[in-house]
């Protein structure tokens, strides 16, 4: 049970779940917000920056089924803990590497440990929740990461500066704050390891994952769809948007830390209110709303060359696409039998590592190729992300239950 009763808190398992998952954010925001530009610092090409960037998504293609059929039937903390120790050695090492294999080889790695953290989180979460807390417990699950994320992305901006300034070589400073990412990983252990699980109820744990995958093909497929367009957009612009900001309006990498901090801050707010909009909108319904609400700011970010639109475009673009991913959790386990929680979340992550193992590549390329065209990029994925609210739409919204709009029951749908 997730809350104690009477008292409206969240269980000690899930306490230290979300500590854990508050310091795996702080270190998920480091690389993420300084991985490119110390890239780029080592003279690497667009292109070739956005095939180590898809090195983590190769990462996900990989071990997204795999870990499914793992959690479907072994408890979730050992999971957590070997992904978590994963992701330390991947990113201690990362800066360090000598070449470009070297370092496609420690990104691939912590796609692996990524995906494995993710694929366990919605299971997780479903489990340990009562009936009326869950879309609030998704919600904040998603704000801690990226509340810890605002810290992690801040930090490491004031360290880069600082140790610029101490070793008078940026790539170096940008070295060390990214091997800090690791650190941060490693210290998630202590937390997960103080989980204490919930039974799982009965007919959870799939006895044979490839018949319920078969027997679950259309509905997996349903769920994926929509997060594959969304990763073939993504991928093309979001690795990059650190040198956009470099590339139009000559940021520091302090000053793109800072940004990427705000945006997190701004999204955590977000999903607190999601609740309120599921409330409202149902789940099929939030989740087109915000993706069709992120298109204008998207726009904005492609044509202006002002930096204070520039930069408004960026956070509402952010706050609005990011707050449907708890809506849509919710929804996907909500809307998947109980056998099936585990593996409809692997296919879900496959199909986006997919995407994202796709375009960050020809993202670079179309980049390197048109003199960094950063309109015409983002036009494309303003595309994809039409195609892909479109497709949420058609295909998911006959799985929303008739009954519950803001607040999900505890039974499997069949």
Same mark, same amino acid.
């Given at each position: 049970?997730?809350?104690?009763?009477?008292?409206?808190?969240?269980?000690?398992?899930?306490?230290?779940?979300?500590?854990?998952?508050?310091?795996?954010?702080?270190?998920?925001?480091?690389?993420?917000?300084?991985?490119?530009?110390?890239?780029?610092?080592?003279?690497?090409?667009?292109?070739?920056?956005?095939?180590?960037?898809?090195?983590?998504?190769?990462?996900?293609?990989?071990?997204?089924?795999?870990?499914?059929?793992?959690?479907?039937?072994?408890?979730?903390?050992?999971?957590?803990?070997?992904?978590?120790?994963?992701?330390?050695?991947?990113?201690?090492?990362?800066?360090?590497?000598?070449?470009?294999?070297?370092?496609?080889?420690?990104?691939?790695?912590?796609?692996?440990?990524?995906?494995?953290?993710?694929?366990?989180?919605?299971?997780?979460?479903?489990?340990?929740?009562?009936?009326?807390?869950?879309?609030?417990?998704?919600?904040?699950?998603?704000?801690?990461?990226?509340?810890?994320?605002?810290?992690?992305?801040?930090?490491?901006?004031?360290?880069?500066?600082?140790?610029?300034?101490?070793?008078?070589?940026?790539?170096?400073?940008?070295?060390?704050? +990214? %091997?800090?990412?690791?650190? @941060?990983? =490693?210290?998630? #252990?202590?937390?997960? *390891? &103080?989980? $204490?699980?919930?039974?799982?109820?009965?007919?959870?744990?799939?006895?044979?994952?490839?018949?319920?995958?078969?027997?679950?093909?259309?509905?997996?497929?349903?769920?994926?769809?929509?997060?594959?367009?969304?990763?073939?957009?993504?991928?093309?612009?979001?690795?990059?948007?650190?040198?956009?900001?470099?590339?139009?309006?000559?940021?520091?990498?302090?000053?793109?830390?800072?940004?990427?901090?705000?945006?997190?801050?701004?999204?955590?707010?977000?999903?607190?209110?999601?609740?309120?909009?599921?409330?409202?909108?149902?789940?099929?319904?939030?989740?087109?709303?915000?993706?069709?609400?992120?298109?204008?700011?998207?726009?904005? +970010? %492609?044509?202006?060359?002002? @930096?204070? =639109?520039?930069? #408004?475009?960026?956070? *509402? &673009?952010? $706050?609005?696409?990011?707050?449907?991913?708890?809506?849509?959790?919710?929804?996907?386990?909500?809307?998947?039998?109980?056998?099936?929680?585990?593996?409809?979340?692997?296919?879900?992550?496959?199909?986006?590592?997919?995407?994202?193992?796709?375009?960050?590549?020809?993202?670079?390329?179309?980049?390197?190729?048109?003199?960094?065209?950063?309109?015409?990029?983002?036009?494309?994925?303003?595309?994809?992300?039409?195609?892909?609210?479109?497709?949420?739409?058609?295909?998911?919204?006959?799985?929303?239950?008739?009954?519950?709009?803001?607040?999900?029951?505890?039974?499997?749908?069949?």
């Amino acid at each position: 049970m997730a809350v104690d009763a009477g008292e409206g808190r969240f269980a000690p398992g899930v306490r230290a779940f979300l500590w854990g998952s508050a310091l795996m954010g702080a270190a998920w925001a480091i690389p993420w917000s300084l991985l490119a530009l110390f890239l780029d610092r080592r003279g690497f090409s667009k292109e070739e920056i956005g095939l180590v960037v898809s090195c983590d998504a190769w990462g996900k293609v990989l071990i997204a089924l795999p870990a499914a059929f793992v959690l479907a039937r072994r408890p979730t903390r050992p999971v957590l803990l070997a992904a978590t120790c994963a992701a330390g050695v991947a990113y201690a090492l990362l800066p360090w590497m000598p070449n470009l294999h070297a370092l496609m080889a420690c990104t691939l790695l912590a796609g692996l440990a990524w995906s494995v953290h993710f694929v366990a989180i919605a299971p997780f979460l479903y489990r340990h929740a009562r009936v009326g807390e869950r879309a609030r417990l998704f919600g904040w699950s998603e704000a801690v990461h990226t509340g810890a994320a605002v810290a992690g992305a801040w930090g490491s901006g004031r360290l880069v500066t600082l140790l610029t300034a101490q070793l008078g070589n940026e790539r170096e400073a940008l070295a060390w704050a +990214l %091997a800090a990412a690791g650190l @941060l990983a =490693f210290s998630s #252990a202590w937390p997960y *390891a &103080r989980i $204490v699980e919930a039974p799982v109820e009965p007919g959870e744990r799939a006895a044979r994952p490839v018949t319920v995958f078969w027997r679950e093909r259309a509905r997996l497929a349903r769920f994926a769809l929509p997060q594959l367009c969304i990763a073939l957009g993504a991928g093309l612009v979001i690795a990059f948007l650190g040198l956009y900001f470099q590339d139009r309006f000559g940021l520091a990498p302090s000053a793109v830390a800072d940004l990427n901090a705000v945006g997190w801050l701004l999204m955590t707010l977000g999903y607190l209110l999601t609740p309120r909009l599921q409330a409202r909108f149902g789940f099929v319904g939030s989740i087109v709303v915000l993706e069709l609400a992120s298109i204008p700011f998207f726009l904005v +970010l %492609a044509f202006t060359h002002s @930096l204070p =639109f520039a930069v #408004a475009g960026f956070l *509402a &673009r952010g $706050v609005l696409m990011n707050a449907a991913t708890p809506v849509l959790k919710n929804f996907s386990i909500h809307a998947t039998p109980r056998d099936a929680r585990a593996l409809q979340n692997g296919v879900t992550s496959l199909a986006s590592g997919v995407g994202w193992a796709i375009s960050p590549r020809l993202g670079g390329w179309l980049l390197d190729h048109t003199g960094n065209d950063y309109a015409r990029l983002i036009c494309i994925t303003v595309g994809l992300y039409v195609i892909a609210a479109f497709a949420t739409w058609a295909l998911l919204r006959r799985l929303e239950p008739d009954v519950g709009r803001g607040a999900v029951d505890g039974r499997a749908s069949a």
